[in-house]
């Protein structure tokens, strides 16, 4: 959809023109900077090999509203037009904004092709907190380095402004401020309780501590045939080797009954991977309140734990499913 189309000859030129897929090839050239920093390139193979970074959402942008590439935006508008496809109702939740690129990318997906979704932007911004007592990752210190957090944190205002600077609309979009931990309790609480479900659940929150806390309060709400995305995936790391997220992610799946085959994980980009929801599962939500209220997460562990080797062969079974 986001992908350049080909035509040769006369007859290209009356073919119908996909005015909504150029609009989203633009806009995903914005937002990643891949349009500023590559079309400048003095020879082709110079283009060839700035876009490929860009592509696989490589280089930390300068210019850019967005981390991702183009294949993980690309990503979030196939799913997001599967889930038309396939009638799943429901809601749009990002849980790590930083500058806004993708959220105003899904936005802009859902906006041009008319569907009825409303938005939700979850972040602290503020940056990423340390890990916290009896955190189940507590190596995961880097984040809430100065350096680092200076650079991670951008407020609200920030977001807003690159809507408008980039003429996306905000109606339906809200923003929910805070660390998780403290946020998507009374999310949770608000869209229970007025039946509203999700469609698709994007994770971009780097820490295991951020990630179960965005699965125990939000993965229940997610319709059955929707979609989940983790962002700071790392399809070739091992365990415990880069992203708490991804521990965090096989550790719910595992305890949860979900590491089958109807919950295949499929790799974007090498970095983000994403699954569907095949059926619901009774949530360990009491386990994870009192983890919270006590510091010990050791219940939301699988035992026995996970390893590489464990990790090797479910990326093996994945790798094969396509």
């Not at 690159?162 to 905000?170: A, L, Q, T």
């Not at 009374?186 to 179960?212: H, P, Q």
């Not at 949530?283 to 050791?298: E, F, L």
Request: charged content about 25%.
């Amino acid at each position: 959809m986001i992908q350049a189309e080909s035509g040769i000859g006369h007859d290209a030129l009356h073919a119908p023109v996909d005015v909504e897929a150029a609009y989203l090839r633009m806009l995903a050239g914005l937002l990643t900077s891949s349009s500023l920093m590559c079309e400048a390139a003095v020879t082709q193979a110079k283009y060839l090999t700035c876009m490929r970074m860009y592509i696989m959402g490589g280089p930390w942008p300068k210019l850019g509203t967005t981390m991702a590439g183009h294949k993980r935006l690309q990503n979030v508008a196939t799913l997001l037009l599967n889930a038309r496809s396939a009638n799943v109702a429901g809601s749009y939740v990002e849980c790590g904004v930083w500058r806004g690129g993708m959220s105003i990318f899904a936005k802009a997906v859902i906006e041009v092709y008319q569907m009825q979704r409303r938005v939700y932007l979850c972040d602290s911004f503020q940056g990423l907190p340390p890990p916290r007592s009896g955190s189940l990752r507590p190596d995961e210190t880097i984040y809430a380095s100065k350096s680092l957090n200076a650079t991670l944190a951008k407020g609200e205002d920030t977001v807003t402004r690159n809507f408008y600077r980039f003429g996306v609309s905000m109606e339906g979009v809200r923003m929910v401020p805070g660390y998780f931990v403290d946020s998507l309790p009374g999310l949770r609480a608000e869209l229970k309780g007025r039946g509203e479900r999700l469609a698709l659940l994007r994770l971009d929150g780097d820490m295991y501590d951020s990630t179960i806390d965005i699965f125990y309060n939000l993965y229940d709400l997610v319709e059955v045939g929707g979609f989940i995305i983790v962002d700071d995936f790392g399809w070739h790391e091992d365990l415990m080797e880069s992203w708490g997220a991804k521990d965090a992610v096989l550790d719910f799946r595992a305890v949860h009954g979900i590491e089958d085959d109807a919950h295949i994980f499929h790799n974007i980009d090498d970095a983000g991977a994403w699954f569907r929801k095949a059926r619901n599962v009774e949530i360990r939500h009491h386990q994870y309140k009192r983890g919270v209220k006590d510091g010990n997460y050791s219940a939301l562990r699988p035992m026995p734990l996970l390893t590489a080797k464990d990790y090797a062969h479910l990326r093996h079974k994945w790798d094969r499913a396509g």
